[in-house]
């Protein structure tokens, strides 16, 4: 049901959002306490360029505007529709809207879907008349939208603040948190270019919006606050598209919601909401906030400042304590503070007080003069031995600030001016009287925060975001050698005779046959002496496994017998499973026992899938045992998987130091196990029946053997429509 | 040779920094850029009660204060010197203060230790001066002090800014950090008493200082700044016992320093001094935080409102999305933002807007009036059904701010006055144009914060010192069944025999069971006859190990050989060592093997000990194999451990439910493992000879069977002298 534009279509039918040559707004109020006053104080505060029209059944004029008593009254186009009015009214609106050609509306009326009930079916309607309409609509239940290019200056949101303008871009789900930003950007210095509340998004997304901004020349960094991700797939190919040029910085609200309800299947759960966001975020370069205050400072440092292209950073300080804090935190976050070149300590000598440390922190010492703190940003910014800059200043008294602050802008110009124009310079500014202070440099803010471990937390992600900016898109693996045809016939007759629920062992390892998913041989026994045949067959020792698609959870019922070394040990094994399920009852859920030969080498790994409802499939990496279930070290990805995501799964778990060899093993065969990731991967797209999946363990051997799985376990469920 | 006071003693001694009558400041100048001058202005700024006495031999006055050439010319008596004069006068300086009968000086000249070379031969003169007259010296190269009991009002230090007055004390062995928390108070609304920078701590530390305000009534919060920490065990001893009254908030620097150099035990190789700062602050209580934002965010809870008895957070906000980070927050934090009561909802009805939401967080909208707020905050701090409230408050308009803030006063003030005076109150306040505001309702200051997640924090923070605050003390528990005799005279003969190094598999055994800690029975072989006729003794399986007191490692050179199920299997296995070594060209290396039952029940847990050069020894528990090396899943503790730390080690790792029966094992014996801990303990505070000790693994069994400890090293080396 989701109208698909082209993104030239898209970003063409977005404009009269930003641009528009005229806005009206419906349900213009001369009542201070309503929103359409406000909205009107707003575009007219903001010296919108464009023209004002109020609408308002009971008025001619309203804050000196020309005002019409109905859309259809007014004589001229009108570009956008900016609507204030009780909801049962906005349908009939619409109709309005529609009627005038008006292409673009922003409904900033509450009272749809979320609060339930009819306001959900009248949000439904709303949906289905704009697209009947080809309206472009944001809302409902926003707070509208600010375009601060100084061509339009169009402030269309009910608070008349204006942050200072920039180049950064905001979305949010939230209307307050949109006026958090707003907030707290003067004192941040953090400049803005547009605002777009989205409220309910019936219909304008933040994937449109994304698109939109990729292609705005006044756009260097967008931010994005999100309650759900809508159309997540199509998220993902649009955020690692634009962000390979734009960062996108984001901050999720729900990131902690408890784990889903118990499951069938360990990866499903492990596997959280949030496991899905992260993985999601991770596999298309978005940087991840978790505070709103890392949200703002990543913001202030990614629209200010280019990312460094190293990791040696200067630290150039008045004061010891804080100093030593900012140091810390470089080290914690993977930066260094290299001594710097007996060059630059002379240079920093010939004019620093004798007491001070020239190393690296270079600490001026308390009362450092004007002229001591700009040849020192000087000589460290135009320094070989540094890829950013770090100024840590506590102010002994308030009258030391004002010369403290043009000697250190007085540096940065001259290094900027001496062609330095590209190493980063962060400030922490503590000073009494004066926290607030911005740093402006010619037209450059400098980043300026009140503690000193956040400078060095903004460069090292900096640093990652442009490590991950650099390397080329992953590619997802298409496999000409898999029969799809046989694993869905397995899915849809197990569905169709059985309902949902467990294959059996043998559609199990037919199915991963199917798609070259290298499953241990094995073969059923239903009794003893069958056992013993298949274990004669297959060569001492054998491990016996319970099969049964009731029963879930073999090990722990005893259900698995290992290393067993002759005939005798068939027997008695057999006898065991059988004695146990008898004695509980279960002796109908055995289908019979998987004899299969015993490894012992290599190393155990696992593989799972899980379906999230918004997310689709999320694939599971991890050690065997009890790593994944106890420690938790596992790792996810949503799918397709790429290349990389297979690799960077791999290589992320903790314990990934146990695939390289490790206190005298040998090194397991990595791309074997990314390959059997990438055709799950494409097994659990193809496939939308199978619900859960678990290969565990997998027992991974030296390079060039490959791995083996010796358990496996799929089940099957209605196909769930796609989202 | 440190100075040995009693506790009265040392109180008694500080109070002429605290009280002083008279304070006598060396060095006074008429120069602004001194600091001679800027202590006169400081002093005099802060109305200091007492008699300001400056000394420079070339003036009759300064600042309108008659000035004496030296403190010997002063008729009356001086309760503490401030000396501000070159270092190279220092000494003769503290000549004067003896012969004057000056109890106390506070040193704020640098240019000693921390400048190395002739300045640490300095300050090592001024602590052997010092100690001999018997004068209490704070500094040197330290910032001063403050005291702002308004019975005295003294502000000794080059800063004139006065901080608010409270009851936070804080020392810091940065100037610096003294400084910035003093400019971030009025922000914060933080309420100061006393301050002290340590400087070098030549006389005067952090321990003494907190014996002081033990017994001070104006102080209910101490805040240190550590960059060491002086006598670690007598910091926990006074900590610990401070703590259970009044909070102590740490800020450590250096928690980053790369781990020690590579060591012959893993124990060792994973230790560092992190690890034993972390370890140290928890076993005492200490409240530790990683960064400078986090250390005033708790300060400014802790010292203005109690801990709450729960962990039931009420939401109030005007804003969905911070109103959800909040939430959020509270939620990763380990608190709970249950639903309220059908009555609380109905009261909140009654007056909030129609679209409000009530079940908790509590949303008033955007635009809620100043009495809709108070009513709202009444309510909630008033309900049953909540341990504490955050408030989180966007505005829309500046002109709202106003009024909001009143309602939300007045409502804390009405909740307050009908007696809920316990109820915590955190605010989080994101105001255009009013960023800074504070709030006190009578007396009361409510933390106020910039960003919604921090309330969350600093409650759970609160909840958790509360619970260890309310716990009793441990015990260091003493085992008089140990042979501690036989224990020492084995390291001394190890030592005195082949000096430092690794003791032989049999003084290791026979220490151990000196301890009675179950070490795995075991004999010497060295001939593969010997093998057989130990292994027939003990019965089949058996396990064999090369013993060496030279290969460490024995594991990754095949020098450990399991499962051995027969007089063959244990002849293959002796040349097969036999053989490795030989391949290896270390046959002289083997002392013998050792053939020990082959134990396979339990679950593996290792115990390791360390010696950090200023901590002392550093006990770490994990489970065995790779999760304490690869995945770092270990805990440490400081000696002598507790009863309570043992517990809290084994707790505390990841892995624990491991430990308590998983996936149909058995739980383990924890008491068990614990006592092996606190046998350790003893034995390796009362052997300093001890470096480095790792018994890895141990088998821990079900509970009452015990664990049995089947390798272990110990090493030797000569005591270190005690700091």
Not at 187 to 213: P, Q
Not at 495 to 523: C, H, N, S
Not at 662 to 689: M, N, T
Request: charged share 20%.
């Amino acid at each position: 049901m989701i109208a698909v534009r082209s993104l030239a279509d898209n970003v063409e039918s977005l404009k009269p959002f930003f641009y528009p040559g005229s806005v009206a707004v419906i349900g213009a109020s001369r009542e201070e306490a309503s929103i359409g006053y406000r909205l009107l104080e707003s575009l007219q505060g903001s010296h919108f360029t464009g023209t004002i029209i109020p609408v308002n059944p009971h008025a001619t004029e309203i804050a000196g505007l020309r005002t019409f008593p109905s859309l259809q009254d007014i004589p001229s186009q009108v570009d956008l529709a900016v609507i204030a009015v009780p909801a049962g009214l906005v349908l009939s609106i619409i109709d309005d809207c529609a009627a005038k050609q008006i292409p673009a509306a922003i409904l900033i009326t509450a009272g749809f879907a979320e609060t339930g009930g009819i306001g959900t079916s009248l949000e439904e309607q709303l949906r289905e008349r704009v697209r009947r309409y080809g309206i472009r609509l944001i809302g409902p239940n926003c707070f509208g939208l600010m375009n601060l290019d100084p061509a339009i200056r169009l402030n269309a949101t009910y608070t008349p603040v204006i942050p200072p303008v920039g180049h950064v871009a905001i979305a949010s789900e939230s209307g307050g948190m949109g006026l958090a930003v707003v907030t707290a950007a003067t004192r941040l210095n953090l400049g803005l270019s547009s605002l777009v509340s989205v409220g309910n998004h019936v219909d304008v997304t933040v994937n449109d919006l994304l698109e939109y901004w990729e292609q705005d020349p006044n756009i260097d960094v967008i931010l994005l606050y999100l309650e759900t991700i809508v159309d997540p797939p199509r998220f993902r190919r649009i955020a690692e598209r634009v962000g390979k040029t734009k960062p996108i910085v984001v901050l999720k609200a729900g990131r902690t919601q408890a784990g889903q309800s118990a499951a069938g299947s360990h990866t499903a759960a492990l596997a959280t909401n949030k496991a899905a966001v992260d993985a999601l975020f991770a596999q298309c370069g978005v940087i991840q906030a978790k505070t709103l205050e890392e949200f703002l400072a990543l913001a202030t440092g990614f629209s200010n400042q280019l990312r460094p292209l190293g990791r040696r950073i200067g630290i150039l300080t008045n004061s010891g304590g804080p100093g030593v804090l900012c140091a810390d935190s470089c080290s914690a976050e993977g930066l260094t503070v290299p001594e710097l070149s007996k060059a630059a300590q002379s240079a920093l000598a010939s004019f620093l007080p004798r007491m001070a440390a020239l190393k690296n922190p270079v600490d001026v010492i308390g009362f450092a003069s004007e002229e001591q703190h700009a040849r020192a940003v000087e000589t460290m910014l135009t320094s070989d031995d540094l890829d950013a800059l770090i100024i840590v200043h506590v102010s002994v008294r308030a009258k030391d600030n004002e010369p403290v602050a043009t000697g250190i802008m007085r540096g940065i110009r001259v290094a900027r001016q001496a062609g330095h124009t590209k190493k980063p310079v962060y400030l922490c500014w503590i000073a009494e009287g004066d926290l607030d202070r911005t740093f402006t440099v010619d037209s450059e803010a400098i980043p300026t925060y009140r503690h000193p471990e956040i400078p060095a937390h903004i460069i090292s992600r900096a640093v990652a975001y442009e490590t991950w900016r650099q390397q080329p898109c992953g590619r997802v693996p298409t496999y000409t050698d898999v029969d799809l045809a046989t694993a869905k016939e397995i899915c849809t007759n197990a569905f169709t005779d059985r309902g949902a629920g467990w294959l059996t062992t043998k559609e199990t390892y037919t199915l991963l046959q199917a798609m070259k998913i290298p499953v241990v041989a094995g073969d059923i026994a239903t009794s003893a002496d069958d056992a013993v045949k298949l274990a004669q067959d297959i060569g001492y020792p054998v491990a016996m496994k319970l099969t049964s698609h009731r029963i879930v959870h073999k090990t722990e019922m005893g259900g698995v017998q290992l290393n067993l070394a002759d005939d005798q040990a068939v027997r008695d094994a057999f006898s065991r499973i059988r004695t146990i399920l008898e004695q509980a009852g279960k002796l109908d859920a055995m289908d019979g026992v998987l004899v299969q030969p015993m490894l012992s080498d290599g190393v155990e790994v696992m593989i799972g899938m899980t379906r999230d409802p918004l997310f689709g499939p999320l694939i599971a990496f991890g050690l065997g045992g009890i790593h994944a279930e106890i420690l938790g070290d596992l790792q996810f990805c949503v799918t397709p998987l790429t290349d990389h995501d297979a690799e960077a799964m791999i290589r992320g778990i903790k314990g990934y130091r146990l695939l390289t060899g490790y206190r005298g093993q040998p090194a397991v065969d990595l791309k074997a196990i990314e390959e059997v990731l990438l055709r799950l991967s494409r097994l659990v797209e193809e496939i939308p029946g199978i619900s859960e999946l678990d290969l565990n363990p997998i027992f991974a051997l030296p390079p060039g053997q490959g791995c083996r799985i010796v358990d496996a376990r799929i089940r099957v469920q209605p196909s769930q429509p796609s989202v």
